[in-house]
T-cell receptor
């Protein structure tokens, strides 16, 4: 069972505001991921991290940034929110096991930018 | 061609029937495969994973992998209305390099189980 938390669960914010979406996991997983998903659409990887001080951009270009100062914490920041950032943001974590990397997802943050 | 492609949906089956969900992948480097269930408005939940050719059973779920045909499937026996959700297939590689630990997701198949 995965213990991965995201806050806030829902956020409505005006254009131009700076926002930080929080993601924490208590499993000591080295690898963490951020996905973006619009309703009824595919998951898109926007950032990932293989450990402390390691961050990489994902397959989908995003104006957001991430940091990984502690193993358990992987926040995502938008410096200036725009309506095009309206989406669901999902955080996940994994650790290597024999055969693969099972990713476990947090509950998500639904962001609406007005 | 998408790297991971799922059979087009939506798929509708009667309660008690077997639901068959299919997935093909193009990257022969993919070695591990995962099935996630996602209810509307919720986050994906891992329900099955398979790394070796053949079948893997867990309760009402059976995952099948055929690496030669680059084909993965999920069978749900005795389907229940609570199984109605979007099912996501994902492939990953265990090799080193930039893809290590990353998953590539399919577009999902919507399953509806009607009473």
């Amino acid at each position: 069972e995965a213990d991965i938390y995201q806050t806030p669960r829902y956020l409505v914010i005006g254009t131009g505001k700076k926002i930080t979406l929080e993601c924490s996991q208590t499993m000591g997983h080295d690898k963490m991921y951020w996905y973006q998903q619009d309703p009824g659409m595919e998951l898109h990887l926007i950032h990932y991290s293989y450990g402390v001080n390691s961050t990489e951009k994902g397959d989908l270009s995003s104006e957001s940034t991430v940091s990984r100062i502690r193993t358990e914490h992987f926040p995502l920041t938008l410096e200036s929110a725009r309506p095009s950032h309206t989406s669901q943001y999902l955080c996940a974590s994994s650790e290597p096991r024999t055969g693969g990397h099972e990713q476990y997802f947090g509950p998500g943050t639904r962001l609406t930018v007005t | 061609q998408k790297e991971v492609e799922q059979n087009s949906g939506p798929l509708s089956v009667p309660e008690g029937a077997i639901a068959s969900l299919n997935c093909t992948y193009s990257d022969r480097g993919s070695q591990s495969f995962f099935w996630y269930r996602q209810y509307s408005g919720k986050s994906p939940e891992l329900i099955m994973f398979i790394y070796s050719n053949g079948d893997k059973e867990d309760g009402r779920f059976t995952a099948q992998l055929n690496k030669a045909s680059q084909y993965v499937s999920l069978l749900i026996r005795d389907s229940q209305p609570s199984d109605s959700a979007t099912y996501l297939c994902a492939g990953g590689t265990n090799a080193g390099g930039t893809s290590y630990g990353k998953l590539t997701f399919g577009q999902g198949t919507i399953l509806t189980v009607h009473p």
